[in-house]
């Protein structure tokens, strides 16, 4: 048994966001003026190794960057067509609708 985590601590006055991500996705960043890209895990899922440590790493949130984390179950959902909704459509949802206020960008996403 093991289990994905993503876990955040935002420092309002530097901007910074210290993280650790063990095994989760889809955690989309979408820095301002740039493309939506995937905050990759930089450890193992919790419970897959004992005893390890894990690591932190950390990014600056500017003025109009957005972060979206979701479960994996939101990207692996299907329509009526079988057709999943994949990292990547979702990687463009969250590029499309960062300008949007974030109520919107959940709308959209949804």
């Given at each position: 048994?093991?289990?994905?985590?993503?876990?955040?601590?935002?420092?309002?006055?530097?901007?910074?966001?210290?993280?650790?991500?063990?095994?989760?996705?889809?955690?989309?960043?979408?820095?301002?003026?740039?493309?939506?890209?995937?905050?990759?895990?930089?450890?193992?899922?919790?419970?897959?190794?004992?005893?390890?440590?894990?690591?932190?790493?950390?990014?600056?949130?500017?003025?109009?960057?957005?972060l979206?984390?979701?479960?994996?179950?939101?990207?692996?959902?299907?329509?009526?067509?079988?057709?999943m909704?994949?990292?990547?459509?979702?990687?463009?949802?969250?590029?499309?609708?960062?300008?949007?206020?974030?109520?919107?960008?959940?709308?959209?996403?949804?």
């Amino acid at each position: 048994m093991f289990a994905t985590a993503f876990v955040a601590q935002y420092h309002h006055p530097s901007r910074c966001l210290v993280y650790s991500n063990a095994g989760h996705s889809p955690v989309n960043y979408k820095p301002a003026g740039s493309p939506a890209q995937l905050l990759e895990a930089c450890c193992p899922p919790i419970g897959v190794m004992p005893a390890l440590q894990y690591s932190d790493r950390s990014l600056t949130l500017e003025p109009g960057d957005v972060l979206v984390a979701a479960s994996d179950g939101f990207n692996e959902t299907r329509n009526s067509g079988d057709e999943m909704f994949g990292i990547e459509r979702m990687l463009r949802y969250v590029d499309e609708g960062a300008h949007l206020p974030v109520d919107m960008i959940g709308q959209t996403l949804f």
